[in-house]
């Protein structure tokens, strides 16, 4: 529940419940104030230690006059409340403060304490500063059990919303899924995330693999619960709530990339009130979404679906607009509150070996675009797919469906390391991919400049390297060739940022992505932020939606800091 709080000169808001915020609301109230006291634990007067932290055997804690405080007419309480907003004008302080909903009905409860002795959670007490173990379900405060204090508590979050990227909070909108309360339990994904129905169909989805089910059978089935919430409102045509402040503020965001992290940002700037102008190198938004992610995964119609609704939260949008050709970087610097940088990884990597600047190579990045933009792709005879992540598989995919006669995925290590999902890898098998594990590439063979064959070296595993997988190390005098007439690279990927201006001072790290405060992604260079793949390298879709929400609010406090200074 969400209520707004305006706070006057005869009103005061205390936070906290311990005895210090008990105790100042008694004395604002007896001082002729209206007080309200907000808690965010489900009872009031813990902590109750002496600030000293010494423990005197005749009084050992504090005493709260609790039923001085439930008793006083100019006092409401506010239990299992947090504050998520502020504001303050013409000598007035607003709060927005969203309370939680009770997880026992008071009117049932007898106190007979048998939900306390059946509970399976056990815990340090935190609210009673870990002193002790209480289950998830207790009254807290022996004075408060009386007062309809009982409740379910768990300061701890789940792991699998600890796992998630963007934090979900993934026990509350399976709960509202299986209450039947789909609009309720989207609300409660975009608090976090605005790509419910991508993401819902192609995230790796860690939180799966962390989830306590799956050490009793199987783990919940999360990725799915998200795609199915988002698809029951899309198919049935219901209108997805756009909510965005009365007034936007005058200061606008320029971002760089309608990709996950680009987008994320401009949807969570519009929820704080600011408007930006996205801008897009690619005839259309989505980035690695539109580009990088094939059709049978994550069809156009959907993924379009989702971004007109987040463009109709007031951002405009820019397509076919290269920074550095059509605008000027120094432009966005001038004429915008803030810059975002959320261009992505596009770049593939090559591969190293002789021969590979034949006809016939291309990177896996590239591949993917152009399919995906319609042009017409050479699909007569073999084709081999170096690599084995989530982009190999895909190209491979991709392959057999565009008519190639026969797909070959060459991994230099063995199936268990490799990094792509293995779902992924069980569904390009099913469709008569062909793997060759332990094998690894030395050369691009052909004639009269095109690829003919691929020169190989078998493999065996050694020691551990950097990334804890086994080394791959050459056999000696294993060279074999696997003929083929294409050849798609896929073992990697890197950002381009040739549209930053020569004696920028932004800092570049060596994996060409921009470096960043960790909590306001902010980079060395006041008002210039950046998340996404440009930003941590290749990496999974929800942590770019994370990491741009996370830039907003960086964004955010970084404009108001100008204002007040300007103030």
């Not at 709960?175 to 339990?185: M, P, V």
Request: proline share 6%.
């Amino acid at each position: 529940m969400l209520e707004d709080w305006t706070v006057s000169q005869k009103r005061v808001v205390v936070f906290g419940g311990d005895p210090a915020g008990v105790a100042a609301a008694l004395q604002q109230a007896e001082a002729g104030m209206q007080v309200t006291l907000v808690e965010p634990s489900p009872s009031l007067g813990g902590e109750c230690l002496p600030q000293t932290r010494i423990i005197d055997g005749d009084s050992p804690y504090i005493k709260t006059d609790l039923e001085a405080l439930r008793n006083h007419p100019n006092i409401q309480v506010i239990t299992n409340a947090e504050v998520i907003r502020t504001e303050s004008a013409d000598g007035q302080y607003r709060f927005r403060i969203k309370q939680s909903t009770p997880r026992v009905d008071m009117e049932k409860c007898n106190d007979c304490k048998e939900c306390i002795r059946v509970c399976p959670i056990h815990m340090y007490d935190d609210f009673n500063e870990g002193i002790g173990f209480r289950t998830a379900i207790d009254y807290f405060n022996p004075e408060t059990a009386k007062m309809g204090e009982y409740n379910l508590f768990k300061e701890d979050m789940p792991i699998c919303q600890a796992t998630c990227p963007a934090n979900l909070n993934i026990r509350s909108y399976a709960g509202l899924i299986a209450d039947g309360k789909y609009a309720e339990s989207l609300a409660v994904i975009r608090e976090r995330l605005p790509f419910a129905l991508s993401i819902g169909r192609v995230c790796p989805h860690p939180c799966e693999t962390a989830c306590n089910r799956g050490h009793v059978d199987e783990p919940i089935a999360i990725c799915a619960l998200k795609r199915y919430v988002a698809d029951f409102e899309m198919h049935n045509n219901f209108e997805p709530p756009v909510e965005v402040p009365d007034q936007f503020q005058p200061e606008k965001v320029a971002i760089i990339g309608a990709g996950p992290a680009g987008l994320s940002c401009a949807y969570f700037l519009a929820k704080a009130g600011y408007h930006s102008v996205v801008f897009e190198a690619m005839p259309e938004p989505g980035g690695m979404f539109r580009y990088g992610i094939p059709e049978y995964r994550l069809p156009t119609k959907t993924l379009m679906h989702e971004i007109n609704w987040i463009l109709a939260h007031g951002v405009e949008l820019r397509c076919d607009t290269r920074i550095g050709k059509d605008v000027s970087f120094e432009e966005l610097q001038r004429d915008y509150g803030a810059v975002f940088i959320g261009v992505g990884a596009w770049t593939g990597m090559t591969l190293r070996i002789p021969g590979e600047d034949m006809e016939g190579v291309v990177d896996g990045v590239r591949f993917l675009r152009d399919v995906n933009m319609g042009k017409k792709i050479d699909m007569e005879g073999r084709v081999i797919i170096i690599g084995g992540g989530n982009v190999a598989m895909d190209a491979a995919r991709v392959s057999w469906r565009e008519g190639f006669e026969e797909v070959h995925v060459v991994y230099r290590r063995t199936r268990k390391e490799m990094p792509a999902s293995p779902w992924e890898i069980d569904a390009a098998e099913d469709e008569g991919v062909q793997f060759q594990f332990l094998v690894a590439p030395v050369e691009v063979i052909g004639e009269k400049g095109r690829m003919t064959g691929l020169k190989c070296l078998k493999m065996e595993l050694g020691e551990p390297d950097a990334s804890g997988r086994r080394r791959p190390v050459p056999i000696e005098g294993s060279e074999f060739v696997i003929e083929a007439e294409n050849l798609i690279a896929a073992i990697g990927q890197r950002p381009d940022i040739k549209f930053v201006p020569d004696g920028s001072e932004l800092e570049i790290t060596r994996w060409n992505t921009f470096a960043v405060d960790q909590e306001t992604f902010q980079t060395n260079v006041p008002g210039i932020f950046s998340a996404g793949d440009v930003e941590t390298g290749p990496d999974i879709a929800i942590r770019a939606c994370a990491n741009g929400r996370k830039a907003a609010a960086g964004i955010v406090r970084h404009i108001e800091a100008k204002r007040r200074e300007a103030a």
